[in-house]
Every structure is written in structure tokens, then in C-alpha cells.
């Protein structure tokens, strides 16, 4: 059984910064070989793809984060890090982590809100 704890969502003003981090655990997931992910929803839209980082460390942003996000990876704690800068009003929403692709059931994520 996987599990998928993320952390670090707070209410934040817009401009400011963010690290978000989520922890893998459970015998079936063998973090180092997996590409990890970091996800988005926000109220009333579907969940996103926000950032890719692969098992060799190679990264993929989608373009509205581009530039402001970084993803790492830390493989002897089975962490994944979402730092995330000029936040905009638009980043409101609860992030998740996941492989991708995503297999592993969803963890509870952390809520992020950007405010004016």
C-alpha cells in the first residue's frame, strides 16, 4: 500500500513564495526508479499536471508555472519538493504529488491559497 503525504499549503499573498513537500512511503513503491509529479485542482476544475521531475532528475514544467516553480527530488527520504515564487492568484488550489504517470491512490493534498 502506498501512501502520499503532502505538506506545506498555507495561505499566502500574492508574490510570495511557497515549498511544498511530499513523502512516499510503502514497500510496492520504489521511489528512486519513479518519475514524480507534482499535481494541482482548483475549485471547480479538473486536476493538472504541474511539474514533472524524472528519476534521473530531468524536469518539465507546464507553461503557466514555468519559470516561477521548481520540482526536486530527495531519493534517501522519498521526498519531492514544489518550490513555488511569485505566486499568483491563479496558483489557488490543493496540490498533490504522484508518479506519472499516476498510479498510486491520491494522498489528501495540501492546500495552497494566494490572496491579493
Known amino acids: 500500500q502506498v501512501q502520499l503525504v503532502e505538506s506545506g499549503g498555507r495561505l499566502v499573498q500574492a508574490g510570495g513564495s511557497l515549498r511544498l513537500s511530499c513523502t512516499a512511503s ?48 530527495t531519493n534517501a527520504k522519498n521526498t519531492v519538493y514544489l518550490q513555488m515564487n511569485s505566486l499568483q492568484l491563479e496558483d489557488t488550489a490543493v496540490y498533490y504529488c504522484n508518479g506519472e504517470p ?10 495552497v491559497t494566494v490572496s491579493s
Not at 514497500?27 to 499536471?49: D, N
Not at 499516476?102 to 492546500?111: K, M
Open 26 to 73: 510503502g514497500s510496492a513503491f520504489i521511489f528512486r526508479i519513479k518519475a514524480m509529479a507534482w499535481y494541482r485542482q482548483a475549485p471547480g476544475k479538473q486536476r493538472e499536471l504541474v511539474a514533472v521531475i524524472s528519476s534521473g532528475g530531468n524536469t518539465n514544467y507546464a507553461d503557466s508555472v514555468k519559470g516561477r516553480f521548481t520540482i526536486s527530488r
Open 102 to 111: 499516476a498510479e498510486a491512490d491520491w494522498g489528501q493534498g495540501t492546500q
